[in-house]
């Protein structure tokens, strides 16, 4: 691992849903909460922010331009304007997602087909209401059902394996599925990793050219590397207790981006929230644009 550098002074209260988009060299999370979104250039370092009107939770780079987001009751395409303001219209919304409940952690596939599942947002509460959709057009029925904290998704790089975590304190699993490319269906679904004896709960997920599986412990400062078989082969330290969420992104696809969440901590935490540049020395994958 190279360097470490923090990204201003931003102090996220649920930072999330990084991701870097080729087309335009820039990094785009949000803050949940605190409903906004959050662009870098990556030439010049420069950030700035937009406020949505509901929730965001997960975005990505859509290929007609805009963006596809998981929201508070809904998928939306969004236009983010040079004057500030955000263009919002509306895709779907499951009837499954019911009051109290959001979009949360979402990505696309391989193919360009966004797959986001869904929350309760009281974790207190443990209501395995969450569900995992795809987008290609039209919304799927929910093709995983019974999740606490949906979280994790990543795609192997030959796009025939979907990685899917909960990183509720009574689940903290990452499982693996068999995905066909050309249907987008799901099968023979099993554990990759049971995190309860590792540091942290499995948040936040990326991908590398050689398959491996990059996730945010949240609750633990780290981020875990495993190898396509669920073996742990590197972790990288970070000075927040939560980091949520990860992404590859750079000239060379080789800096990872990590989000944090402030929610919780010390108010004198300087690290909490605070969302890092990090020289991974590993080549990541690419994000395809949503192509639908």
């Not at 335009?24 to 937009?50: F, H, K």
């Not at 965001?56 to 040079?82: N, V």
């Not at 093709?143 to 304190?169: C, E, I, K």
């Amino acid at each position: 691992m190279g360097k470490l550098e923090r990204i201003g002074n931003i102090r996220g209260q649920v930072g999330e849903g990084p991701v870097w988009s080729a087309a335009e060299a820039c990094w785009y999370w949000v803050d949940i909460p605190a409903r906004l979104i959050w662009r870098l250039d990556a030439a010049s370092g420069a950030t700035r922010c937009w406020q949505t009107a509901e929730m965001p939770a997960c975005l990505a780079p859509r290929a007609g331009g805009g963006l596809i987001a998981g929201m508070q009751s809904g998928l939306f395409h969004l236009q983010l304007r040079e004057d500030g303001q955000v263009q919002a219209a509306r895709l779907a919304c499951p009837p499954e997602l019911g009051e109290g409940m959001r979009f949360n952690d979402g990505r696309t596939d391989r193919q360009g087909r966004f797959w986001a599942g869904t929350m309760f947002m009281d974790m207190a509460a443990a209501r395995a209401v969450g569900g995992l959709y795809r987008w290609d057009g039209s919304l799927s029925a929910p093709l995983v059902s019974g999740l606490l904290t949906q979280n994790g998704l990543a795609f192997s790089p030959d796009g025939r394996t979907l990685y899917l975590s909960d990183s509720h304190p009574l689940r903290q699993l990452v499982w693996a599925f068999d995905l066909d490319p050309a249907s987008g269906a799901l099968s023979r679904q099993r554990v990759l990793v049971d995190m309860k004896p590792l540091p942290g709960r499995p948040d936040g997920a990326a991908m590398d050219v050689d398959g491996c599986y990059w996730v945010c412990g949240n609750d633990g400062g780290m981020i875990l590397r495993f190898s396509p078989e669920g073996r742990l082969v590197g972790q990288i330290a970070v000075p927040m207790a939560k980091p949520s969420m990860c992404a590859f992104g750079g000239a060379r696809m080789d800096q990872l981006l990590v989000t944090s969440i402030a929610a919780g901590q010390p108010e004198d935490d300087p690290w909490a929230g605070a969302v890092l540049l990090i020289e991974a020395g590993v080549q990541g994958m690419a994000d395809v644009p949503c192509a639908f």
